[in-house]
């Protein structure tokens, strides 16, 4: 088997256990290769668990830019005994296995048809500290080091960044600049070359290496959100921790006193619940939460739909359902958020593929909850929150005003505007609202979840009730106008296939489409980024005779929502589902794609005589 | 209840408060509760206690969950905005626009099924934060808008309409909120408009969580013999330990009483509660001997009353935010959007 050898084009995978303090080490390969000018996809497989479980951090090297799961692993840093097995396993013929060769291991343990790599990382961190924790940690940074020397990464850069990182716990630098050359030396000294490489590139630009939790807290403090609710929940917590320290820094006057507040509530009923009272008085608040959040607040979602109240709830996806699998990443909450509450409700979704787009929606997200008066979901997934992505950096038009929407002011109401909270003014079913306090004799109302008429007095009256709802519809027709339009990436030639996919789907699906181009497989893509559905969505089915759906959920639940909103026909969408809880790769892509179309052609061929 | 709504027009003879308001002008709609329910006679009570204490009506926010106490928001001040949540979930509502608007007075009203049931969490983590709210829970023992099922705060051995016997005990959530750091704390009846007006008065003047557990009888449901909360059993067994006045800053002081008799206590707003002793050794600035001697009094079967506990030093929720002095709701996008160099300092950090 001749060994694998690229440049710039790899994956590494790390199998590790948690609570071993390796995450760092990890991060630091990662941002040395970034470092070096060569974009990385980098990913942590993660348990629902502080220590002693397997943990796995896939680094994705690309020159060209496909940062999502290619599939497959290149090089294996196996480091769990409990995973050794499958972590080997899991290596492309042809690879690399980079262990801890300390205690001799048997034969059958390894394969023959990849390379292996042996280091006594245990020995030698052995010989040079006693402290049993610091020997833990630093047998990470010294596989770093072994594997400095095989990639052939700039030691410069490792020491660089190793010093940024330990800035403020400077007497930790030396020792893991020790434990990295430790690593390097031995490789330089004892291991062969191997033909995976990193070489100096110019391929990161200006992007940056954030996740799209920290980005969408981000969001939402240059949205104007004043107020955070929430109750811990993996994988959303790091949304409001962001929240919190962004805030710290940007938004506290020079005496401490704080524009802004955050509460921890006792669970995500009472988050939602503040959430909304704040947002009925006048402040964009938020909450950021999981699936199981999402299905404690239901009441009060319905509740926001028909009183019309702004607020905003981040939903970082994660596997459902029930308890499911907190650490994994699925994309299973569009039914349950787009539907939330008894009786007939609907709510607005924008779907980030990245942490730039984190931002972006993170923000836009609170103009349209306050335009609308309603809850308005970002909704994440655990791939895009928790991770850090390569992307492109925030950005921020000096010259944008936080849109409140239509509130009356006491002024208006001095002048005689004609204040009823749920009349259609305007004829776009969008009404007035006032903020509590406004005037002293006028604009007041009382908001209520039971029925009510356009003046937002108690009413049981059929017509009252019905004319309400119907303008709320319209009201979501007006949405669509309002929310993020798909983006479409035609095929170079013309086709009858399209493909439709959203989120996080979006890095794999790029690499997916190119790959199959090449084979001379076409299709014209549309990534959804809201809901409601733009006219351009149902515009690309009907363009198309097929159109494939990829998602990480196992019932097709965008499919669903297509065919519930646009009257789609469903044998006209085919469904490409990955939901095991990894991150969807290009090679899934490809290869089911590929076999669906490869069986719908030998369908249509006329039976043999 | 009536149907006929009264006409808006004022007498001119009516009293005015030091704000030119009449009382009329803190009335609500028409209630729609049974006629003779104790729950009207609450909502009279806080319209009172408002036009007593000069309050502009529409700094006023009224709060509540669900049940038939929840519906009486509807019924008081019309000025002000009011806010009917989904059941057992007004506190968290009502914290989250205290945290927006902290310039308005908040009131809460709830009742014993949609605070000692369904709401108990928010009950309590409400009290525990210390929002600055009045929160008053019409408590008569019983669900009344689904017919008669005993509540959680009915008492053990009390008797149904039709005659069940309640084998559960009773959640007393005035025990509750002193436990939980309530800084103002009462109970009443509502059939005493004497004691309840002035301890709703000192409760919307209060800076922290005030809680007031009215008795309030459901003569629907639950006014019959072997009822514990039935007017004549709460008449009966029902023991003042104190009579408040609230002097608000503007008002002239004048009454004198012999010293020994009276305990005043200034609040943060400037309003003196005055208290007068009925009971010589109770002490209502003392949180652990008021618990003690609500335990040892609920074990005789009486039903103690009055201001119960008071700290008139007490922190808000704000107070721990440490929240600027304006509104949130009044920040404006210089307040609120960092500058675009921020973000570029940002962006420089993530490579």
């Known amino acids: 088997m001749t060994p694998l050898a690229a440049v710039n084009d790899f994956v590494v995978k790390f199998a590790n256990v948690n609570g071993s303090g390796s995450a760092s080490a990890n991060g630091l390969f990662a941002k040395v290769i970034l470092r070096m000018g060569v974009p990385v996809g980098a990913r942590n497989i993660f348990p629902s668990n502080i220590q002693g479980l397997p943990t796995w951090y896939e680094v994705r090297v690309s020159e060209d830019n496909w940062l999502g799961r290619r599939g497959g692993v290149d090089l294996m840093v196996a480091m769990n005994p409990q995973t050794w097995d499958a972590d080997v396993k899991s290596i492309e013929p042809g690879g690399y296995l980079l262990y801890d060769s300390s205690k001799p291991l048997p034969a059958a343990k390894f394969r023959d048809d990849i390379t292996l790599i042996g280091a006594p990382l245990t020995e030698m961190i052995a010989a040079e500290f006693t402290n049993p924790r610091e020997r833990q940690l630093l047998k990470n940074i010294c596989y770093v080091g072994v594997l400095a020397q095989l990639l052939g990464f700039e030691t410069e850069v490792v020491k660089q960044l190793v010093t940024e990182e330990f800035k403020g716990k400077d007497k930790l630098i030396q020792p893991n600049f020790k434990a990295f050359d430790l690593g390097r030396a031995y490789a330089e000294a004892n291991l062969a070359p191997i033909g995976l490489k990193v070489r100096r590139a110019d391929k990161v630009g200006d992007r940056i290496f954030v996740e799209g939790n920290d980005a969408a807290a981000l969001g939402a403090v240059y949205g104007g959100a004043t107020f955070c609710a929430w109750y811990p929940i993996t994988p959303s917590t790091s949304l409001a921790e962001s929240f919190e320290k962004y805030c710290k820094a940007l938004r506290t006057d020079a005496d401490g006193k704080r524009r802004f507040a955050i509460v921890q509530a006792e669970d995500e009923i009472a988050s939602i619940g503040m959430v909304l009272g704040a947002g009925w008085a006048g402040a964009r608040s938020f909450t950021c939460t999981s699936g199981p959040g999402v299905s404690l607040m239901n009441e009060f979602i319905g509740f926001s739909y028909y009183a019309e109240i702004p607020g905003v709830i981040f939903d970082v996806q994660r596997g459902g359902p029930s308890t499911g699998m907190p650490t994994r990443t699925q994309q299973s909450d569009l039914l349950l958020a787009a539907y939330a509450s008894h009786g007939d409700t609907k709510h607005p979704m924008l779907f980030p593929a990245n942490p730039t787009e984190a931002f972006e929606f993170g923000a836009l997200a609170f103009d349209i909850a306050d335009r609308f008066q309603t809850t308005t979901f970002v909704m994440l997934e655990l791939d895009i929150g928790m991770q850090e992505w390569l992307t492109e950096p925030f950005k921020w038009d000096p010259s944008r005003k936080l849109d409140r929407g239509k509130v009356v002011t006491a002024e208006m109401l001095g002048a005689g505007f004609q204040f009823g909270r749920y009349r259609d003014v305007d004829g776009d079913a969008v009404p007035y609202r006032t903020y509590p306090g406004t005037h002293p004799s006028k604009g007041s109302y009382f908001t209520r979840g039971s029925s009510h008429d356009k003046d937002a007095r108690y009413s049981e009256r059929g017509e009252d009730y019905t004319e309400g709802m119907e303008r709320l519809l319209k009201k979501w027709d007006t949405m669509k106008y309002a929310v993020p339009a798909p983006i479409r990436k035609n095929a170079k030639r013309r086709t009858p296939d399209g493909v439709l996919y959203f989120g996080s789907t979006d890095a794999a699906m790029d690499e997916a489409l190119h790959a199959l181009e090449a084979r001379g497989v076409h299709l014209d893509a549309l990534r959804v980024r809201a809901f409601p559905f733009t006219s351009e969505v149902f515009d690309f089915i009907r363009d198309h005779e097929q159109v494939f759906v990829v998602e990480q959920n196992r019932d097709g639940q965008l499919k669903s929502l297509l065919i519930n909103e646009g009257g789609i026909h469903p044998a006209r969408l085919v469904s490409v589902l990955h939901y095991d809880g990894t991150p969807i790769t290009a090679r899934f892509i490809i290869k089911d794609i590929s076999a669906k179309l490869e069986a719908a052609r030998a369908a249509a061929l006329p039976e043999k005589a | ?351």
Do not use: W
């Not at chain 2, 308001?21 to 003779?36: N, Q, V």
């Not at chain 2, 806080?46 to 926010?61: G, K, N, T, V």
């Not at chain 2, 069940?164 to 800084?183: C, R």
């Not at chain 2, 009215?214 to 004549?232: M, R």
């Open chain 2, 1 to 351: 209840m009536t149907y006929l709504a009264k006409p808006p027009l004022h007498h001119p003879s009516l009293e005015k408060n030091a704000l030119g308001f009449t009382r009329r002008d803190y009335e609500g709609r028409i209630s729609t509760l049974c006629a003779g329910c104790g729950h009207d006679s609450i909502s009279a009570a806080i319209i009172q206690a408002c036009f007593e204490i000069d309050l502009a009506p529409h700094r006023l926010a009224k709060f509540s969950g669900i049940g038939c106490s929840s519906k009486t928001p509807d019924y008081f001040v019309s000025p002000a905005h009011g806010f009917n949540a989904v059941h057992g979930r007004m506190p968290s509502v009502l914290t989250g626009a205290n945290v927006a608007a902290k310039d308005l007075i908040y009131l809460g009203v709830s009742g014993d099924g949609d605070s000692a049931s369904i709401g108990l969490g928010q009950f309590a983590h409400c009290v525990r934060r210390g929002v600055n709210m009045t929160y008053i829970v019409e408590n008569n023992g019983v669900y009344g808008l689904t017919k008669g099922q005993f509540s959680a705060t009915s008492d053990k051995g009390s008797k149904a309409k039709k005659g069940a016997e309640n084998k559960d005990s009773p959640i007393d959530l005035v025990m509750l909120a002193l436990q939980l750091g309530a800084t103002y704390v009462g109970r009443s009846f509502s059939g005493d408009k004497h004691q309840l007006v002035p301890l709703i008065k000192g409760a919307l003047s209060h800076k922290g969580t005030a809680f007031i557990d009215v008795l309030s009888p459901c003569i629907a449901f639950n006014n019959h013999v072997g009822s514990t909360k039935s007017f004549d059993y709460v008449r009966a067994h029902n023991e003042a330990v104190n009579r408040l006045d609230v002097i608000t800053p503007r008002a002239p002081i004048h009454a004198t009483y012999a010293p020994g008799e009276l305990k005043e206590v200034v609040q943060h707003d400037g309003s003196i509660l005055r208290l007068r002793k009925l009971e010589e050794d109770y002490d209502s600035t003392n949180r652990n001997a008021a618990l003690g001697y609500l335990a040892h009094k609920a074990a005789e079967g009486e039903i103690v009353t009055g201001l119960l506990f008071v700290d008139p030093d007490a922190n808000d929720l704000h107070d721990g935010l440490n929240t600027v002095d304006v509104s949130l709701n009044k920040l404006g996008d210089a307040d609120l959007i960092p500058p675009v160099s921020a973000l570029e300092k940002i962006n420089a950090g993530l490579r």
